[in-house]
Antibody, heavy 119, light 111 residues
Framework: QVHLQESGPGLLRPSETLSLSCHVL?????????YAWIRKAPGKGLEWLGS???????YYNLSLRSRITMSTDMSKDEVYLTLTSVTAADTATYFC????????????WGQGILVSVSS | QSVLTQTPSVSGAPGQRVTISCSGD?????????VNWYHHVPGRAPKLLIS???HRPAGVSDRFSGSKSGSSAVLAISGLQAEDEGFFYC???????????FGGGTQVTVL
């Protein structure tokens, strides 16, 4: 059973940089899949942030294009999210998920990590 | 506002059938891109219910079914159960945005 586990800081100050890791367990990072980040802000719906393919192809949400970076360390089976210049609007639960390349469906999700941005 | 429009809420009695619509346009659903559906209970990880418009992954109850026609997709839940409460989201690739998008979500309440 594939398992994804997010980790990172739970509290940030405005203007700081958010850095999250996602460890993929029980399945090596695979080129059949993208690895995506999604967030859920309080009172809002799911928001796709970006999808990263192990070969380097990456898709980002255009609204975050200037602030977001995704990367991977395949030797560690980890995927990373970096979001710069955070504001209160970035307060959300952040999920990582495995995304099938063909259909784009997100078949395995982490439990999510709550990140709060507050001064 | 999401480019995929969903009814904000639906409700039904236990055992009833409810449907959730997801309306897009020619840059996403209408261009032949697959629609996927998820169930999210707050505090838990979202769960994939339907992929490729109508395919149920292993382990997903056959009470859930998906269909797509033109620029719209529909998720049907038959035999509504208390455990179905939560939020349902459609998802699709949007060629104009060059990325994936979620619908705004539909909250399902079991009366």
């Amino acid at each position: 059973q594939v398992h994804l586990q997010e980790s990172g800081p739970g509290l940030l100050r405005p203007s700081e940089t958010l850095s999250l890791s996602c460890h993929v367990l029980n399945s090596p990072i695979d080129t059949d899949y993208y690895y995506a980040w999604i967030r859920k802000a309080p009172g809002k719906g799911l928001e796709w942030l970006g999808s990263f393919h192990p070969t380097g192809t990456v898709y980002y949400n255009l609204s975050l294009r200037s602030r977001i970076t995704m990367s991977t360390d395949m030797s560690k089976d980890e995927v990373y999210l970096t979001l710069t210049s955070v504001t209160a609007a970035d307060t959300a639960t952040y999920f990582c998920a495995r995304q099938f390349s063909s259909s784009g469906d997100l078949d395995y999700w982490g439990q999510g990590i709550l990140v709060s941005v507050s001064s | 506002q999401s480019v995929l429009t969903q009814t904000p809420s639906v409700s039904g009695a236990p055992g009833q059938r409810v449907t959730i619509s997801c309306s897009g346009d020619s840059s996403n659903v209408g261009s032949g891109n697959d629609v996927n559906w998820y169930h999210h209970v707050p505090g838990r990880a979202p769960k994939l219910l339907i992929s490729y418009n109508s395919h149920r992954p292993a382990g997903v109850s056959d009470r859930f079914s998906g269909s797509k026609s033109g620029s719209s997709a529909v998720l049907a839940i038959s035999g509504l159960q208390a455990e179905d409460e939560g939020f349902f989201y459609c998802q699709c690739y949007d060629s104009r945005l060059s990325g994936w998008v979620f619908g705004g979500g539909t909250q399902v309440t079991v009366l």
